[in-house]
């Protein structure tokens, strides 16, 4: 079982729609859990962290972690071309400080 | 402030080189966290760094091997390269011990093993 995984997209979504993406874990004790937005050919750029169970959001992102079921969620609102990326879970366990645990990624494509 | 550098940005080598590879963090970061990343394999964890120690290994062969110095700059360095050394190399810095903070990546270094 890998330590993180994402669903496989690609996803495509129209513009102005909301984008679901979606993670799960399997160590019960990570702790940490960030989405990372990387562009073709580009670094990966942190959008979201978010370590307590619920709801976090900042502007078209919120992010949602549910320990129980070990999941993580980052849901796009008002989709835009330029979110058209790969979009990346990483999580960090608690015994394993300055590490991040990475899913494979999963590919957003938003069209006009 | 600005953001993690490395350098070079891209590298051309050829099998049986040897490779070293730089990595600046933000300012006031203390922790370097090297990846790999293929489109095989993904992301995958080198090592972490904190205060000239490292803290934590990844599944790598011993070929690969890292350091930092007292200015928190780290290198990374592949020895004996094979043609599946081809990847990103990317570092992370983060600010808090072993790296618990936010880690904010580099440009990464692209590199091609012939």
């Known amino acids: 079982q890998k330590e993180v995984e994402q669903n496989s997209g690609p996803l495509s979504v129209p513009e102005g729609a909301i984008a679901s993406l979606n993670c799960t874990y399997s160590d019960r004790g990570s702790q940490s859990f960030f989405w990372y937005r990387q562009y073709s050919g580009k670094s990966p750029e942190l959008i979201m962290f978010i370590y307590s169970n619920g709801d976090k959001e900042d502007g078209r992102f919120t992010a949602q972690l549910n320990k129980a079921s070990q999941y993580v969620s980052l849901l796009i609102r008002d989709s835009q071309p330029s979110d058209s990326a790969t979009y990346l879970c990483?999580?960090?366990?608690?015994?394993?400080?300055?590490?991040?645990?990475f899913g494979r990624g999963t590919q957003l494509t938003v069209w006009p | 402030k600005a953001g993690v550098t490395q350098t070079p940005r891209y590298l051309i080598k050829t099998r049986g080189q040897q490779v070293t590879l730089s990595c600046s963090p933000i300012s006031g970061h203390r922790s370097v966290s090297w990846y790999q990343q293929t489109p095989g394999q993904g992301l995958q964890f080198l090592f972490e760094y904190f205060s000239e120690t490292q803290r934590n290994k990844g599944n790598f062969p011993g070929r690969f091997s890292g350091r930092q110095f007292s200015n928190s700059r780290s290198e990374m360095n592949v020895s004996t390269l094979e043609l599946g050394d081809s990847a990103l190399y990317l570092c992370?810095?983060?600010?808090?011990?072993?790296?618990?903070?936010?880690?904010?990546f580099g440009p990464g270094t692209r590199l091609t093993v012939l």
């Open positions: 992370a810095s983060s600010s808090a011990p072993g790296g618990t903070d936010t880690q904010y």
């Open positions: 990483a999580v960090r366990r608690g015994s394993t400080l300055g590490r991040l645990y």
